[in-house]
């Protein structure tokens, strides 16, 4: 005996929205991890620059003299 699937056309518009959902959600994680990865090299960036400063306020208080310290 076989059994045959009916698709009912509720059943088919639900698939549909299934697929179009999974790929807005697979679009939106994909903007997300972008997001994310720039907000990492930006807090690199911060984190780079505030030792940076710290250095330099070590050294103005220590009386050394200050040395440039080339842009990236």
């Not at 939106?28 to 620059?49: C, F, N, P, T, W």
């Amino acid at each position: 005996m076989y059994y045959v699937a009916v698709l009912w056309p509720l059943d088919v518009v639900k698939a549909a929205s299934l697929r179009q959902l999974e790929e807005e959600n697979h679009e939106a994680a994909s903007r997300l991890e972008e997001v994310v990865y720039r907000g990492d090299m930006l807090l690199e960036k911060i984190q780079s620059a505030l030792a940076d400063i710290a250095q330099s306020q070590l050294r103005t208080r220590s009386g050394a003299p200050s040395q440039q310290v080339p842009e990236s």
